[in-house]
């Protein structure tokens, strides 16, 4: 069956600092659901909808009470893992009173939520990103609203041509675009490669200004994508000329580990989380302001580009053709593992 969602998958839900004991709420694959931590901290997801009729338990007057969720419109309570325990007007609880419960997993500062059938969840992989929540790496994240396709976003971030011309002045330098990328595909690991390695380039505001390397650099873009959710951008900075040691190590370089979560919300819109992690200038705060302002700049970039897609896509008549050239092999090959997961 073909649905427009990657089901079984874990998706990113939130970050694991936006989710207290306040009632949460996100829809993730066209689903509304209820996040919270119960009082030992662990995360819980159901549906937000109540079972009664309907009303969303995210919704002010619902609240919690301890570790149950008070519905605001009759009252009907539900446990962590979403069993109605109380409804009002009698003392029996219907058997078929509970929410639909979701498997949630909380690993590198995400919230990982399975969309799908839950017992396929223990053997489904998630994809790591250990730099986010690891000493020794400085973090910092954010997530735009995207009033678009998330297909549109995959291909946006496995062609990094557009920096040159979308990011000009941020993060795109002549040579991102000029330097031909090397794609492959890991059928079996379900991961799609994009490498492109600049030996001599000049380094954009966006590494001048946080690594303070003012002259022209290596820079190495390599991109490793998981899909549906998770995009790692492995970004290798250095002088001209210094290359990593024989035996990996790398002192002389500076490091940033870019990370996007990709998560539908419907069919039309997506939740895009950005982080930016660096091993130099860990407690440099300004460094960290500059680079939280700047690839926020990026990533609005990004959205208000493929927000216009999306409303072009909603309007054109049918049969449009686009047309494809090199730097679309990654972004193809990723659609092509889209479509076969989708198909499942
Ligand atoms: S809608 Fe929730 S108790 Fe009636
Ligand atoms: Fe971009």
Not at 63 to 90: K, N, R, S
Not at 290 to 304: C, G, H, I, P, W
Request: with cysteine; proline share 6%.
């Amino acid at each position: 069956m073909t649905t427009a969602f990657v089901r079984n998958q874990w998706y990113v839900a939130a970050y694991g600092r936006e989710i207290g004991r306040e009632l949460f709420t996100r829809t993730v694959c066209g689903e509304s659901i209820l996040f919270w931590r119960t009082g030992n901290g662990a995360v819980t997801a159901m549906s937000d909808r109540c079972v009664h009729r309907r009303f969303p338990l995210s919704e002010k007057p619902s609240h919690l009470v301890g570790d149950t969720v008070v519905c605001g419109y009759h009252g009907f309570t539900y446990g962590a893992d979403g069993v109605c325990v109380a409804v009002p007007g009698q003392t029996r609880v219907p058997r078929t009173a509970r929410l639909r419960a979701y498997p949630i997993v909380e690993q590198d500062s995400f919230v990982w939520v399975f969309i799908g059938d839950p017992t396929l969840a223990a053997t489904t992989r998630i994809p790591r990103a250990p730099w986010l929540d690891k000493p020794g790496w400085t973090v910092v994240a954010g997530m735009e609203p995207l009033a678009a396709r998330a297909s549109l976003l995959v291909d946006n971030l496995l062609d990094l041509s557009h920096e040159t011309y979308l990011h000009g002045g941020y993060i795109g330098t002549p040579e991102v675009a000029e330097t031909p990328i090397t794609t492959e595909v890991d059928e079996e690991a379900g991961i799609v490669y994009v490498s492109r390695r600049m030996a001599d380039a000049a380094c954009p505001p966006f590494y001048s200004n946080s690594t303070g390397l003012t002259g022209r650099i290596t820079r190495w873009q390599d991109i490793e994508y998981t899909p549906p959710c998770l995009y790692l951008l492995h970004s290798r900075i250095a002088p001209v000329g210094v290359l990593p040691n024989d035996d990996g190590s790398d002192p002389d370089a500076f490091h940033v580990e870019v990370v996007y979560a990709i998560t539908p919300e419907t069919e039309h819109s997506t939740h895009d989380f950005w982080a930016v992690a660096r091993d130099f200038a860990l407690d440099d705060q300004e460094v960290s302001d500059y680079l939280e302002k700047s690839n926020r700049t990026v990533v609005l970039q990004d959205v208000a580009a493929l927000d216009t897609l999306e409303q072009v896509i909603a309007t054109e008549p049918d049969g449009y053709q686009e047309l494809s050239i090199n730097i679309d092999t990654g972004g193809l090959a990723a659609r092509r593992m889209l479509a076969r997961m989708r198909a499942k």
